[in-house]
């Protein structure tokens, strides 16, 4: 396996939410190395947007812990093997698409896009 960018686990924080109505929890969180087709990018600034706000308050259902903040803006980190389309160093803006998770798992976390 090939990565392009730093291959090695890193960690950093993140406002963890681990129930409904409750306040976030910053912590510090391990990031895996991106597998294939995975892009891992070292985030600058991020919103809670109106869906974030739903789960935060309970009024839309979701699996716990998460991690909100889906819309953002960061720098490619480090790429799995298959990503051809962006480069470590590169800027970028994104926003979760329909059907991929934002799952904390076993403090694992990873955005993950077929690129």
């Known amino acids: 396996m090939s990565h392009e960018g730093n291959s090695q686990v890193i960690k950093c924080k993140a406002a963890v939410l681990w ?7 910053i912590e510090e ?9 995975e892009v891992r990018i070292k985030i600058l600034a991020t919103g ?5 706000d739903h789960v935060i ?5 979701s699996k716990f ?10 720098v ?3 790429i799995g093997d298959g990503v051809t389309t962006v480069k470590p160093g590169v800027q970028i803006v994104l ?3 329909p ?8 403090n694992n976390w990873r955005k993950r896009r077929d690129v």
């Open 99 to 106: 059907g991929h998770s934002n799952d904390l798992i076993n």
């Open 29 to 37: 969180i391990e990031v895996a190395p991106p597998k294939a087709k």
């Open 57 to 61: 308050k309970g009024e839309m259902v």
């Open 48 to 52: 809670i947007c109106r869906t974030d």
């Open 65 to 74: 812990p998460v991690i909100v903040g889906h819309e953002a803006t960061g």
């Open 76 to 78: 490619v980190e480090s």
């Open 95 to 97: 926003s979760k698409e």
């Open 19 to 25: 129930e409904q109505k409750q306040p976030f929890s």
